[in-house]
């Protein structure tokens, strides 16, 4: 396997190409210049157990974040009942229930690759994990079905979440 991703510490929105890492599936750098970010490994989890997803991004939630923090003891974001979620990869109706799950943050990346790997493995045909406090991964098909994902999902965190401060 070989994948491009943004080198750590560069400003994401200043990107062309040439701004990217091209990394084996061991994440030694096969081209490019600097080094690739601490959550590679997390990133190299997900390729390997979902070979349809040829693009993953990393969103830093705000919405996401209180959300997730929230509801960390029940171990994921639910989120259906809304016409957007049509826009999911795979996903025919809005009665659908997306699953996010929610992990621990670590500064341990390998340990943290194994829990990415066995809930991927685990939870069925998802489309985010959410790492507790940090943020959201989100995959598809291509780099404009990836941002969907992105768009959906931050849409309904903040819906779901606004509703719940709403509610007390």
Known sequence: M????TPAGNESGTFDETNYLEIDDDAEILQGF???SDETLLHLSIYRLRPKARCILYS??????????RLYA????KLTGYEVIKGIADVA??????????????????????VIENVVRDAGNIHGIF?????????????????????IFEHLFEIQERSQ????
């Open 131 to 151: 790492i507790r406090k940090h943020g959201l991964f989100t995959w598809g098909e291509t780099v404009a079905e990836t941002r969907r994902h992105v768009e």
């Open 93 to 114: 109706n809005y009665d659908h229930t997306e699953t996010i799950p929610i992990i621990e943050n670590s500064h341990d990346h390998i340990a943290q690759s194994h």
């Open 74 to 77: 029940e171990g994921s974001i």
């Open 2 to 5: 070989r994948i491009c991703l």
């Open 165 to 168: 401060n709403h509610l007390r």
């Open 60 to 69: 830093h939630s705000v919405w996401g974040t209180l959300l997730a923090d």
């Open 34 to 36: 600097g080094r690739p």
